[in-house]
């Protein structure tokens, strides 16, 4: 932009015209020193200086300057003083035409000799005589021009920035118009510009909790002691590593029936938030059978009760259900107003039922054929907390030995929780068909539960039922047979923000009729 | 027999009356129905200037706040953030549009995190000013302050069609705060 300059800046860079030289004494016709002192005649004479005289002027009046110096020493005479017009009198052309007039009047010789001189210095001279003036002009007319173009070129911006806005996209210019409108908040103290700075997302953004319990049970059992055991030991870890992607990884240590410690990854998963209709997840994840299963995983400071219902139980729990899988989630809200609408579609290695064998297929399939399960949930506006959902699983299990069975499992939940309190009903139904034989296996299973918090306290109730097959093909063989079913009844108490102590009583019916009372104390924790 | 469906019809009855006498209601809980509190300050929601929303539903804004609702129709992330406790502002938000007090609001979010429904969770800082500052440089952020603390900054967003000033505009400091 240095070119777009007010034509008096440009002014400014231009040098001054030349100092106006002091005007001669009338009569005398100037000339700049340079050319007299330069000029190679010798017969040149200063008389003064400011008296300017042409060499040539003086070449020529040679002849008459003798006349000249005697008329002036017989003034000298006279006056006793130097005449006053020493330039007059010195620049008297030496003229020999000059004799002719020697005889007329002084003061009319005088005058003319000093109208020929000039003429003829004019005329000799030619523009260097009135080299002050023209230069002058010259400069003028130059700096006019100069300034002509420079108000050419403002010109020419001018309208080339019209074009280019005339071009930008109104939404831009509206932009480019409100930032130059926009009002900055005024500077903030350090200490207040650091929490500002720290509050923005910087990523990775690590995030830490843990989850821990410790147990102590009786029950009348056949065979079982009472003791105190460690729960699971949850590592829980969330970092955000960009606006949409996330990480979550949840790992739990814990001991074995033979009280061996084994560290175990059951969740893993990566995270890419698209928009609010879909969401990607890929990893190791709770499969969204039913509503326990997502909403509850391996803390059990979360859960109400002192442990999961039958029907959710984990798989080396003699848990029926694929409660982990390893695969790809999608999810996401269907656009639904007030209902609340979402969707759940994964696809995963499914689980392995054969005995012995780890039940979450973590680095490998048993087959080419791969679980996939549906889900669609609701959660209305109103009554805000009630969630409703059904879904639907299916796989194709691989038995050693025996025929595949097609798997197939539906579950349908309604849950009004509110932060005081909480109804959960959940019921699901597996289907095992084995290939080339006749007939299905059916096994089914629901629960109830119910709490309500009164200040640091929550008692609940919970009833459960499980109805496995006789002879299902796939649980049989893990011995999970029969009928279970009966209450339980607790009361949580949050002692601190972070940690709860629970207390609960469980009578559960086998098929046998036989019964087994059971009594928990169970501290949870997060940290 | 028929006393037993009897007892168990009435039992039914009374637990669906007690479910939705939890229910905490849209006056409870914000909504949009007048405050009690009509002489306090009015709390206006604000955006970052960028934003265009100009009017949010209750129940939009609440599932803002949960972040149930994560983008913007923009595609910009939505980010909360509220003062920290125990500010005026953060006590009405949540007692109005969360429904919840502080160690459930922890304990909602905690879970969030937990289940892999929630990524992130609100942000919080110390002063007002810092709350405007942090809209004014984040695109997508929301937040709450007082009508009275209101600049160029921030743009300020109806609530049901309401302007702040309007007297059935929902978000009212208690008179004493």
């Known amino acids: 932009m240095a070119a777009i300059v007010a034509p008096r800046l440009v002014l400014a860079a231009v040098p001054r015209a030349a100092e106006e030289p002091p005007q001669p004494p009338h009569g005398v016709t100037r000339f700049p ?65 000059s004799q002719a007039t020697r005889h007329r009047p002084a003061i009319g010789r005088v005058f003319t000799r000093a109208a020929m001189s000039m003429l003829l210095m004019a005329s000799l001279s030619g523009p260097s005589a009135f080299a002050g003036p023209s230069q002058s002009s010259q400069e003028i007319i130059e700096l006019k021009k100069k300034v002509a173009a420079q108000e050419a070129l403002i010109q020419e911006l001018l309208e080339w920035k019209k074009q280019v806005e005339a071009s930008m996209p109104s939404a831009a210019r509206k932009a480019e118009a409100g930032l130059e409108k926009r009002a ?59 606006e949409n992607v996330s990480l979550l990884a949840e790992n739990v240590v814990e001991a074995g029936s033979d009280n061996e410690f084994k560290i175990e990854i059951e969740r893993l998963l990566l995270q890419v938030s698209l928009s609010d209709y879909l969401n990607v997840a890929a990893g190791r994840y709770h499969t969204a059978i039913g509503y326990y299963n997502t909403a509850y995983h391996h803390g059990q400071w979360f859960q109400t009760a002192v442990r999961r219902p039958s029907l959710f139980a984990f798989e080396d729990d003699d848990g029926i259900l694929p409660i982990h899988n390893v695969g790809v989630s999608i999810g996401g809200s269907i656009p639904s ?73 539906f579950a349908g939940h309604a849950v009004y929780k509110t932060p005081k309190f909480e109804w959960l009903n959940e019921a699901a139904l597996l289907r095992h068909d084995p290939s080339g034989r006749d007939g299905a296996h059916y096994t089914s299973g629901f629960y109830t539960q119910i709490a309500q918090q009164f200040g640091l306290f929550e008692p609940y109730l919970r009833y459960q039922y499980l109805h496995v097959s006789d002879n299902d093909p796939v649980l049989s063989p893990l011995r999970i047979t029969g009928v279970q079913h009966g209450p339980s009844i607790g009361l949580r108490y949050d002692f601190t923000d972070y940690a709860a102590l629970k207390l609960q009583f469980d009578h559960t019916f086998n098929g046998n009729h036989d019964s087994v009372n059971e009594f928990t104390l169970q501290p949870a924790f997060t940290f | ?69 994560t983008h913007w129709d923009n595609g910009r992330k939505v980010t909360v953030v509220l003062l920290e406790s125990p500010h005026a502002e953060r006590e009405l938000v949540l007692r109005k549009i969360y429904g919840m007090e502080e160690n459930e609001f922890d304990r909602y979010f905690l879970q969030g995190s937990f289940t892999g429904e929630l990524q992130a969770r609100p942000k919080t800082l110390a002063t007002s000013a810092g709350v405007k500052r942090f809209v004014f440089n984040v695109p997508g952020a929301i937040s709450f302050s007082r009508a009275s603390e209101l600049d160029d900054t921030v743009k300020v967003v109806r609530l049901d069609g309401r302007e702040p000033g309007d007297p059935l505009y929902a978000l009212k400091l208690p008179a004493n705060r």
């Open chain 1, 337 to 409: 107003g007030n209902l609340g609408l979402h969707y759940v579609m994964e696809v995963g290695n499914g689980r392995d039922y054969n005995p012995g064998s780890a039940p979450v297929l973590n680095i490998s399939d048993n087959d080419d054929y791969k679980a996939v399960n549906l889900a669609i949930l609701a959660q209305p506006d109103w009554p805000s907390g009630l969630q409703t959902g059904l879904s639907g699983y299916h796989d194709r299990l691989t038995l050693n030995g025996k025929p595949r069975v097609d798997q197939s499992i």
């Open chain 1, 33 to 97: 020193v340079e050319a007299v002192i330069n000029n190679p005649t010798p017969s040149f004479r200063r008389t003064s200086a400011t008296a300017w005289t042409n060499a040539d002027s003086l070449t020529r009046a040679d002849a008459a300057s003798n006349e000249s110096e005697t008329e002036t020493n017989q003034m000298k005479n006279k006056t006793g003083s130097e005449p006053t017009d020493r330039a007059t009198a010195s620049s008297q052309p030496r003229n020999k035409c």
């Open chain 1, 184 to 242: 900055v908040p005024p500077e903030a103290p350090p200490e207040e510009r650091a929490v500002v700075s720290e509050a923005r997302p910087h990523f990775p953004d690590l995030e830490f909790h843990g989850f821990g319990d410790v147990t102590y049970h009786a029950s009348d059992r056949q065979g079982d002691k009472n003791a105190f055991a460690l729960g699971q030991l949850d590592f829980f870890i969330t970092s955000r590593l960009s």
């Open chain 2, 1 to 69: 027999m028929r006393r037993v469906i009897i007892q168990s019809a009435l039992a039914i009855l009374l637990l669906v009356g007690f479910v939705f006498a939890q229910e905490p209601g849209r006056a409870s809980a914000g909504g949009s129905a007048p405050s009690t509190a009509t002489s306090g300050e009015v709390l206006a929601i604000i955006v970052n200037k960028d934003n265009p929303v100009d009017n949010l539903s209750f129940d939009d804004l609440r599932k803002l706040c949960l972040l149930r609702r």
